[in-house]
C-alpha cells in the first residue's frame, strides 16, 4: 500500500480534502513558462493559420486544465480523476495540437504510432507502472509526455492520411477498441488495483473500488467519444470523395 509520503512526493502534490479542492491550484512557474514559450515559438514559426491558431490555443487550454487547475490535484486522491486527465490530454489536447502543428509524421507511420500509443497506454495504465509514475516528479512526466507525444503522433499520421479513409478509420477504430478493452478490465476488476488510492477516495464518498469503476467508465465512453466523432467525420469525407469520383466518371 502508497504510504502518505509517497503520495507527497508527487507532482500535483499531497491528495486535497474536498474543502480544499477548488483552492488546489498548481501555478508552477516551470511549467507555466515551458507552456507559455512553447507558445511564443508556434506564433514565431507556425501562426497566421486562424483555425490552427485557434486549435493550438484551445489545446493550451485544455492542458492549463489538465495540469494548473485543481484537477490537477484531485487526479492524486482520485483515479477516475486522473483517467479523466489523461483523456483531456490523448483524446482533446492531442488532435488539437496535430492539427494545429505542421505534420510532423507522414501517413506512413501511421501504424507505428498507434502501436506506439497503444503499448504506452497501457504500460502506464498497468498497476504497478502507473504506482511507480506517480510517485515522483520525474516519472511523472515521463508517464504524462509520452503519453501526450505518442497520442499527438497518432492523431498527426491519421490526419496526414485523412484522404484515405479506410486505413485511418480502422486506425481509430482499433484504438477505440483497445481502449475499451482496456477499459472494461479497470471496470469490471473485482479488487481495487491502484495501490497509490487506497487511502484516499473516501474522503470524496467513494471506495477505492468505485473509484476504479468510475474511472473505467471515463475511459469507456468519454475518452472514446472524439476517436468515434472522427470516424464519422472522416466516413463521411471519404464517402463525398467516392460520390464525387462517381459522378465525375458517370459524366465522363
Request: aromatic share 10%.
Amino acid at each position: 500500500m502508497a504510504e502518505p509520503d509517497a503520495l507527497g512526493l508527487a507532482y500535483c502534490g499531497p491528495p486535497p480534502a474536498p474543502p480544499q479542492l477548488w483552492t488546489s491550484w498548481n501555478p508552477d512557474p516551470v511549467l507555466l513558462a515551458v507552456m507559455g514559450l512553447a507558445t511564443v515559438i508556434y506564433f514565431w514559426r507556425a501562426g497566421g493559420r486562424r483555425s490552427q491558431d485557434t486549435a493550438f490555443l484551445t489545446a493550451q487550454a485544455v492542458l492549463l486544465v489538465a495540469f494548473v487547475s485543481p484537477l490537477c490535484a484531485l487526479s492524486v486522491a482520485l483515479f477516475s480523476a486522473r483517467i479523466a486527465h489523461h483523456m483531456l490530454m490523448t483524446a482533446v489536447a492531442a488532435p488539437l495540437l496535430a492539427y494545429a502543428l505542421p505534420r510532423a509524421l507522414s501517413g506512413r507511420w501511421l501504424t507505428a504510432a498507434g502501436l506506439l500509443h497503444m503499448v504506452l497506454l497501457w504500460v502506464w495504465h498497468a498497476p504497478i507502472a502507473y504506482q511507480w509514475a506517480v510517485s515522483g516528479v520525474a516519472s511523472y512526466w515521463l508517464m504524462e509526455v509520452t503519453l501526450l507525444v505518442s497520442a499527438t503522433a497518432l492523431w498527426s499520421a491519421a490526419l496526414a492520411r485523412r484522404s484515405e479513409g479506410p486505413s485511418v478509420i480502422l486506425a481509430l477504430i482499433l484504438t477505440m477498441a483497445q481502449m475499451g478493452l482496456l477499459a472494461a478490465l479497470i471496470t469490471f476488476a473485482q479488487t481495487p488495483l491502484f495501490t497509490p488510492h487506497l487511502l484516499t477516495t473516501q474522503a470524496f464518498g467513494l471506495t477505492p473500488l468505485e473509484d476504479q469503476q468510475l474511472a473505467g467508465l471515463i475511459m469507456w465512453a468519454p475518452g472514446a467519444l472524439p476517436y468515434f466523432v472522427a470516424v464519422i467525420w472522416l466516413a463521411g469525407r471519404w464517402l463525398k470523395g467516392l460520390e464525387k469520383e462517381e459522378a465525375t466518371a458517370w459524366r465522363g
